[in-house]
């Protein structure tokens, strides 16, 4: 290894003066398990002291939220106006035990915008009213936002900031991607707006950059302010991979510290690698070996070509040799790891000390039985399994929240009933 400049371990600058010290970043992954006020529990404490020892340079914390009507799950944390001195307590201790060993602890802000749960959300709000097509998740259309309303939710944001540095979180991440609000401003089929927040791709994009700019004047300029774009949403008609590449060009002049790259949506699972309708035609560059298996490093590296602040690319990433790879040819500066980091807290310090040549997840080895099958179609069925995934990590960082191992022998449908039942726990207490 000894040829590559740059290793797991070299820390990584950025633009505000703060360092992150290493090259592996937790992404972003949703806990749910805020109490019924949305305010951050023993259990995020338990969890991120554990990622904490793990040896994850920055560790992302799943999406807190900016407005209680529109959760992006039942379970989320919530920031929302002045915090009373017991959330703030909460959120400092959970913030706290992820830091104690050295890490860096970023809050991910977002608005769930019309990919809110029916049962918690009963009136979704979208820039257009535009319903997401997707069965059992929010049958209702979304109701368009009044601009008094968007200007709101963009206060929320910098207030959000603003109390998330408070409590001593290291930085903040916006949630500008995976079809949630923001993303469904980016999309012109999901923004038909026609008001200066809607219209050519500068118009669409005003809402993100109103965003990042107030979060900058909330929190000044030392403090890392980071933000997760997709790629594309590999939609037809949708924020295509050009627009994305414009977006990180008018980006470079507000000041981020870091931009992180995935892409889909909720109506098209490509951010977790589900292959539909050729989203991934791009050829891989020769060199690059990491494209192989992180579905999104190729765009991140174009993306690379372009913005001037670090680049994390997420998505995929297995194989310690593509990490390396990765950093070294330039697709990116960090490597972003999710799935992996639910079944086992400390695989980033053994990828670092080379104990290990790549991650354990079991999203290959879990399927659904023969039966659950019989019913569905080739694509309902891949869809299906990534959904039957999607609830055993969401299990499987349950596991660790409340102080267990990880219970990796779970069949789909057993995780899913499991969740179900938790989420209708919650979404009962929440109303
Ligand atoms: C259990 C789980 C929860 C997730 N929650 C979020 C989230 O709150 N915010 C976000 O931006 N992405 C979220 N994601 C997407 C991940 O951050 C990441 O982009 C995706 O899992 C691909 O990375 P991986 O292949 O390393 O898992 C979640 C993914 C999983 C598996």
């Not at 008018?250 to 909720?266: A, F, V």
Request: include cysteine; proline fraction near 5%.
């Amino acid at each position: 290894m000894g040829e590559h400049r740059i290793q797991l371990d070299t820390p990584l600058p950025l633009p505000c003066g703060a360092t992150l010290p290493n090259r592996l970043g937790k992404s972003a992954m949703t806990e749910g398990c805020a109490d019924h006020l949305g305010r951050a529990t023993a259990d995020h404490e338990r969890l991120y002291r554990l990622w904490g020892r793990g040896g994850t340079g920055l560790l992302i914390t799943g999406n807190i939220q900016v407005d209680r009507r529109s959760l992006e799950r039942p379970g989320n944390v919530r920031i929302e106006g002045p915090q009373d001195a017991e959330q703030m307590r909460r959120l400092s201790a959970m913030a706290e035990a992820g830091q104690e060993n050295g890490a860096h602890v970023w809050a991910q802000i977002g608005h769930a915008g019309r990919q809110a749960p029916a049962g918690a959300c009963p009136e979704p709000v979208a820039p257009s009213s535009v319903p997401l097509k997707m069965l059992r998740w929010q049958q209702q259309a979304p109701r368009a936002l009044r601009e008094d309303e968007i200007e709101n939710i963009i206060w929320r944001f910098g207030n959000a900031a603003r109390v998330a540095k408070e409590a001593g979180f290291r930085g903040v991440q916006v949630h500008g991607a995976h079809g949630y609000l923001i993303s469904e401003f980016l999309s012109p089929r999901v923004n038909q707006r026609t008001d200066k927040w809607g219209g050519d791709l500068k118009a669409r994009a005003r809402f993100l950059l109103e965003v990042i700019r107030t979060i900058r004047a909330a929190v000044g300029p030392d403090y890392p302010v980071g933000l997760k774009l997709n790629s594309a949403d590999f939609q037809k008609g949708g924020f295509s991979h050009e627009d994305s590449m414009q977006v990180v060009e008018w980006l470079n002049h507000e000041g981020l510290d870091l931009l992180e790259l995935t892409g889909g949506t909720y109506e098209h699972l490509s951010l977790l690698g589900v292959k539909v309708d050729n989203q991934f035609e791009r050829e891989p560059p020769r060199a690059s070996t990491a494209a192989r298996e992180a579905y999104f490093a190729v765009y991140a590296a174009e993306a690379r070509g372009i913005a001037k602040m670090p680049v994390m690319s997420t998505g995929g990433f297995r194989r310690r040799e593509s990490m390396i790879g990765a950093l070294n040819d330039g697709t990116c500066d960090l490597v972003g790891l999710a799935r992996p980091l639910c079944v086992d807290p400390d695989i980033s310090a053994k990828l670092i000390r080379g104990d290990v040549d790549e991650t354990s997840v079991y999203e290959h080895t879990t399927a659904l039985s023969e039966a659950e099958k019989q019913n569905l179609l080739p694509d309902e069925i891949q869809t299906a399994t990534v959904l039957g995934q999607q609830a055993f990590f969401f299990m499987t960082l349950y596991d660790m929240a409340e102080g267990r191992l990880p219970h990796v022998n779970r069949t789909l449908p057993g995780a899913q009933a499991e969740l179900v039942a938790r989420e209708d726990l919650i979404t009962r207490n929440l109303i």
